[in-house]
């Protein structure tokens, strides 16, 4: 999939033309054609192509009419039909006889985690709760037409084309969830649901990569039940005149919040494994002071920066668990804990269940 960034005289006809022009020559590049996107609004157009690869691409492009694309990414058929719900043309414009196609690619992506990861019911009562759970979340998502890209047993990726209907599916789940939950376990009746904005092709590679990417750090890691971004605010509160985003329910990351939030997930991802890492070398990376950055963090998730640190990696020791990484030592030592008993300790106190026991009785 290809983006072209096109002029303000760029309309959705002069896009069907150059389309065409493709498919006039793809053949002398080894290209297929398969459909394309339009927004008029925000001036982007996206191209699907079967290709050999990036340059006959853009050749093939050059060659037709000059408009070489900005940006390529090699996507998967099945995950651009989840998200965007084609892969060819749509129909009505081969019924209309039109030639033109003005369907933004834009979309609204929410990312849902659950807490019963790690604190778990006995296996009946789980069974029983995950078939709730996600019999009721699907009736949400299908009421509010959301397409699920991916989920597992406790977690929802998915694509919506209104951001009303984004929101009013997450605050459904929300408010549905306690009474398909446990009474005895609070922790258990956590969900988290992060909302954003974006485009399919930027400059990361991988479809939607950078909202999923925000979606998903605002679910995991942000203070709040349901996170959404100022873009998605803005949104919703364009389609609906007469309504505001009510703050109890729905907490709006400012840009600048944004931001803060992506550096930091970036710096952890990179040092979470050093031993050394700590809030000293943590508020100097980021260009903090110590009081800074604990003001800011704390604002953000809730908890102090070396709890933040303890944490993300806690959460990086279960995926290496699931992973079958190695026994406690070595994912300990793996994950940046100068002892296996101190990370037993902590992972104890966090999830209330040993490691050990949590590999031995949900790792096959």
Request: one cysteine or more; hydrophobic letters at 40%; aromatic letters at 10%.
């Amino acid at each position: 999939m290809d983006r072209h960034d096109v002029s303000e005289e760029v309309t959705a006809e002069i896009v069907a033309q150059w389309h065409q022009e493709d498919l006039k020559i793809e053949h002398k590049f080894g290209c297929r054609g398969l459909t394309y996107w339009f927004d008029n609004k925000r001036k982007i157009a996206f191209c699907l192509l079967e290709a050999p690869n990036k340059e006959a691409i853009k050749e093939m492009h050059d060659h037709a009419h000059g408009q070489v694309p900005h940006s390529i990414i090699e996507v998967n058929e099945q995950v651009v039909t989840s998200f965007l719900g084609r892969i060819e043309n749509p129909h009505n414009t081969i019924s209309e006889g039109s030639n033109s196609i003005d369907d933004s690619a834009f979309r609204i992506i929410l990312v849902m985690e659950t807490s019963n990861y790690l604190n778990r019911l006995d296996a009946n009562q789980f069974s029983i709760f995950t078939q709730k759970f996600h019999k009721s979340v699907t009736k949400a998502f299908n009421h509010f037409e959301g397409r699920v890209v991916k989920k597992d047993n406790n977690s929802y990726l998915v694509s919506f084309k209104s951001v009303t209907n984004a929101i009013l599916c997450a605050l459904k789940i929300q408010s549905s969830y306690k009474y398909i939950t446990p009474k005895f376990d609070a922790r258990n009746r956590r969900l988290n649901i992060g909302i954003t904005a974006g485009l399919p092709v930027t400059d990361q590679d991988g479809i939607f990569a950078e909202a999923i990417a925000i979606a998903t750090q605002m679910c995991e890691v942000v203070q709040g039940q349901v996170i959404i971004s100022s873009a998605v605010k803005a949104l919703y509160e364009s389609e609906n005149r007469q309504a505001r985003i009510d703050k109890e329910l729905i907490r709006t990351l400012s840009p600048q919040e944004t931001q803060f939030l992506m550096q930091l997930i970036a710096y952890c991802e990179k040092s979470w494994r050093n031993p050394n890492f700590d809030v000293a070398t943590f508020s100097t990376e980021l260009g903090f002071s110590k009081s800074q950055l604990y003001r800011k963090l704390k604002q953000l998730t809730g908890i102090s920066p070396n709890n933040f640190i303890r944490e993300y990696r806690l959460h990086k020791a279960v995926g290496l668990l699931h992973d079958q990484f190695g026994n406690i030592s070595e994912i300990a030592f793996e994950t940046g804990f100068n002892s296996p008993a101190y990370f037993t300790k902590c992972f104890g106190k966090k999830f209330g269940i040993l490691p050990s026991k949590y590999a031995q009785l949900h790792i096959a």
